[in-house]
Structures are given as C-alpha cells and as structure tokens.
C-alpha cells in the first residue's frame, strides 16, 4: 500500500465562515421576521459540501482570473472558498498550506 504523510491547516466551516464574512463583509442573512442568522458567507452552500465531510483546498496565495474575478465581485459561489482563502494568503491574513475544511453539523 502506498502512502503519503501530509501536513494539514485544519479548519472548522463555521470559523471559516466567520473569518470570510468578517475579511470581506459578507452581511448576515435577515428573516422575513427581522431577525439575522449566520455570518453571510456560508462554505457549505456556496461549495456543496455534504454533513460529516472533510475538504482538501491547496492555497497559495495566487487566483486565476476567475478567482480573482469572485474576490472582486464579492460572488458566493463554486470555489469562492478557494478564492477567498487565496487571497487572505496573498494579504497574509492566513497562512499558505494545505486546508482541511471539517464540515459536522
């Protein structure tokens, strides 16, 4: 069996959610009652991501034109979570690495 050890930066959806929210002033979700809910951005549903899952994102500090583009725009949509971690990396508001996004709800 071939293996490999990696290093892992590692973590919690929720605290990603929050520090992306916070980074580029993602507001929280209103209810028709008034009442807000969450921190704006949320991983889970911009990236599909599944309950009791775990997802690998390499960041190093570089988008694509695309990636830049969500940045810029502000977008929450497929592989924002990357292109906003790149860009925290690029400002050094994060580490570059390897991430390990735990998704338990």
């Known amino acids: 069996m071939k293996t490999e050890l990696k290093t892992y ?3 919690d959806y ?3 959610d929050k520090a992306i929210s916070e980074t580029y002033d993602f507001k929280p979700k209103v209810m ?3 009442r ?3 921190y704006g951005f949320e991983c889970v549903a911009a990236e599909e ?3 009791y899952s775990n997802y690998i994102i390499d960041v190093d500090g570089e988008n694509d034109k695309w990636g830049q583009e969500i940045v810029d725009k502000r977008k ?3 592989g924002s979570v990357r292109a906003y971690l790149n860009d925290m990396a690029k400002r ?3 580490p570059k690495g390897v991430y390990l996004v ?3 709800w």
């Open 9 to 11: 930066i590692v973590v």
């Open 14 to 16: 929720n605290d990603l």
């Open 32 to 34: 028709p009652s008034g």
């Open 36 to 38: 807000s809910y969450g």
């Open 49 to 51: 991501m599944n309950n």
């Open 76 to 78: 929450s949509s497929f």
């Open 92 to 94: 050094d508001l994060v």
């Open 102 to 104: 735990k998704v338990f």
